[in-house]
């Protein structure tokens, strides 16, 4: 009951600097977290940072200092914004989100991604 639809993705040179945004539509009262994971070519998916509803956030620690997860509730939207962008960057980033409508139910829902490439 919940989709997810990424944007913001493209090409940017090293140091550049992007705005990934992932919109959500459905079920949204049921959703507790809301994140970013990427996988580049040859590499396990990996997380990059998520937000609670209360705006709690976590980051990987390849991001922290860079990369900044925010949310507008009101728009049901969450975003990445990511600077000083590294080649290492480059992957697909997807949107993620659990929801929890009953008590020990957890449903994850997934964008399509949206591709990132960061080469000089």
């Known amino acids: 009951q919940v989709q997810l639809v990424e944007s913001g993705g493209g090409l940017v040179q090293p140091g550049g600097s992007l705005r990934l945004s992932c919109a959500a539509s459905g079920s949204i009262f049921s959703i507790y977290v809301m994140g970013w994971y990427r996988q580049a070519p040859g590499k396990q998916r990996e997380l990059v940072a998520t937000?609670?509803?209360?705006?709690?956030?976590n980051y990987a620690d390849s991001v922290k200092g860079r990369f900044t997860i925010s949310r507008d509730n009101a728009k049901n939207t969450v975003y990445l914004q990511m600077n000083s962008l590294k080649p290492e960057d480059t992957a697909i980033y997807y949107c993620n989100a659990d929801s929890h409508p009953r008590s020990g139910m957890t449903l994850n829902y997934w964008g399509q991604g949206t591709q990132v490439t960061v080469s000089s």
């Open positions: 937000i609670t509803r209360g705006g709690s956030t």
